[in-house]
Antibody, heavy 124, light 107 residues
């Protein structure tokens, strides 16, 4: 049973960057894509991008292109999401989620399981 | 971007009720649709994918139907643990998008 454990809550100043980690245990890491999804307080879910660790190339939602970097370290079974130029609207819970199925180098888009979430607060 | 209209946004129901949630797409997505349940303070959990395939371990009172642009999630006999918020999600084309959510509350 795969488990995803994320790093702890962060408080950041506007204009700075944040890097959230997501460590997988109990299953195969490298061939299953990891995506990042965020949820602003009281709002819905928003997909930011994903990566297949064994290939290392990330796919990003255009909204976040240029501001987000998703990476993965196969040696530690850990995925990372770094978001730069933070603004107050980036205050949200950030989730990592592994894809249910592996399809070579294609992100398949169905998420199970999810990490527990990391609250990122952007405030001056 | 594929836009999704999920309805209703709030649904008041009683234990034992049959409830349906609708998700309509701005363009056809074949059957590339998933449903998630989210409880307060928790991560979403996958219920259904490929529009109608029940995820392992999910109770059979949950079912999904539809294809193209119109999809439905049905809970046949609402249980106390089903009071939560439900999201549809399309994975037909990037960026993957989610509906606005339907909160199922106790009547």
């Amino acid at each position: 049973q795969v488990q995803l454990v994320q790093s702890g809550a962060e408080v950041k100043k506007p204009g700075s960057s944040v890097k959230v980690s997501c460590k997988a245990s109990g299953g195969t890491f490298s061939s299953y894509a990891i995506s990042w999804v965020r949820q602003a307080p009281g709002q819905g879910l928003e997909w930011m991008g994903g990566i297949i660790p064994i290939f290392g190339t990330a796919n990003y939602a255009q909204k976040f292109q240029g501001r987000v970097t998703i990476t993965a370290d196969e040696s530690t079974s850990t995925a990372y999401m770094e978001l730069s130029s933070l603004r107050s609207e980036d205050t949200a819970v950030y989730y990592c989620a592994r894809e249910l199925e592996s399809n070579y180098d294609i992100l398949t888009g169905v998420f199970d399981p999810w990490g527990q979430g990391t609250l990122v607060t952007v405030s001056s | 971007v594929i836009w999704m209209t999920q309805s209703p946004s709030l649904l008041s129901a009683s234990t034992g009720d049959r409830v349906t949630i609708s998700c309509r797409m701005s363009q056809g997505i074949s059957s590339y649709l998933a449903w998630y349940q989210q409880k307060p303070g928790k991560a979403p959990e996958l219920l259904i994918y490929a529009a109608s395939t029940l995820q392992s371990g999910v109770p059979s009172r949950f079912s999904g139907s539809g294809s193209g642009t119109d999809f439905t999630l049905t809970i046949s006999c609402l249980q106390s643990e089903d009071f939560a918020t439900y999201y549809c999600q399309q994975y037909y084309s990037f960026p993957w998008t989610f509906g606005q959510g339907t909160k199922v509350e106790i009547k």
